[in-house]
């Protein structure tokens, strides 16, 4: 029996959280039997002595209570019914995701970016860059799709494979069909 594709969502309770769930449950509507894992991470260090336990367990509560909140919205706006998992947890964002990705033998990680450039990237960083960096496993970094600005290409590829293209031969294009081998013999492709 074959296991169900599983997707880790890096979930800030922020827009970009939100278009990082739009497209993990776009890509496991697509892929058939898909768990979904969304993350929550509160930066801070989980070693905490047991008088600030009760102010842990308060902020553990209303982090998950707003991330249900956040998650049943975004389902709902993008109208794919799918069973998704929430996690809560303390620590470095980049280390939770990866832990969580391990801890379920997860096999993509979709996290959103909030577009920083510059010293605001520099002073606060890039949890989406330094998960591409470092992860063991692909990573999708969402962004909303937004073309404004960006004109199209004047005349398409051809959809007949050997017909030069856009009146000159700059750009090649072809269709081909691959499927699975049913056979191999060697030496041959």
Same mark, same amino acid.
């Given at each position: 029996? @074959?296991?169900?594709?599983?997707?880790?969502?890096?979930?800030?309770?922020?827009?970009?959280?939100?278009?990082?769930?739009? @497209?993990?449950?776009?890509?496991? $509507?697509?892929?058939?039997?898909?768990?979904?894992?969304? =993350?929550? =991470?509160?930066?801070?260090?989980?070693?905490?002595?047991?008088?600030?336990?009760?102010?842990?367990?308060?902020?553990?509560?209303?982090?998950? @209570?707003?991330?249900?909140?956040?998650?049943?919205?975004?389902?709902?706006? +993008? *109208?794919?019914?799918?069973? !998704?998992?929430?996690? !809560?947890?303390?620590?470095?964002? =980049?280390?939770?995701?990866?832990? =969580?990705? +391990?801890?379920?033998?997860?096999?993509?990680?979709?996290?959103?970016?909030?577009?920083?450039? *510059?010293?605001?990237?520099?002073?606060?960083?890039? +949890?989406?860059?330094?998960?591409?960096?470092?992860?063991?496993?692909?990573? #999708? #970094?969402?962004?909303?799709?937004?073309? $404004?600005?960006?004109?199209?290409?004047?005349?398409?590829?051809?959809?007949?494979? *050997?017909?030069?293209?856009?009146?000159?031969?700059?750009?090649?294009?072809? #269709?081909?069909?691959?499927?699975?081998? $049913?056979?191999?013999?060697?030496?041959? !492709?």
């Amino acid at each position: 029996m @074959e296991q169900a594709y599983r997707i880790v969502v890096g979930m800030d309770l922020e827009p970009s959280g939100d278009v990082a769930l739009e @497209e993990a449950l776009r890509l496991g $509507s697509r892929i058939g039997e898909c768990e979904l894992h969304t =993350v929550h =991470v509160i930066s801070g260090d989980p070693a905490v002595d047991l008088k600030a336990m009760d102010e842990m367990s308060r902020h553990l509560s209303r982090a998950m @209570e707003r991330l249900r909140d956040r998650v049943e919205r975004t389902v709902d706006a +993008v *109208g794919i019914g799918q069973k !998704v998992r929430l996690h !809560v947890r303390f620590g470095d964002p =980049v280390r939770v995701l990866q832990q =969580v990705a +391990v801890d379920y033998d997860a096999h993509l990680l979709v996290v959103g970016t909030h577009g920083r450039k *510059g010293i605001e990237r520099l002073l606060l960083g890039s +949890v989406a860059s330094d998960l591409v960096k470092v992860a063991r496993l692909p990573v #999708v #970094v969402a962004r909303p799709r937004d073309f $404004s600005g960006l004109a199209r290409t004047p005349v398409p590829d051809d959809e007949r494979p *050997g017909v030069p293209l856009h009146g000159g031969d700059q750009i090649v294009s072809d #269709v081909i069909q691959i499927g699975p081998r $049913s056979s191999h013999i060697s030496g041959l !492709v």
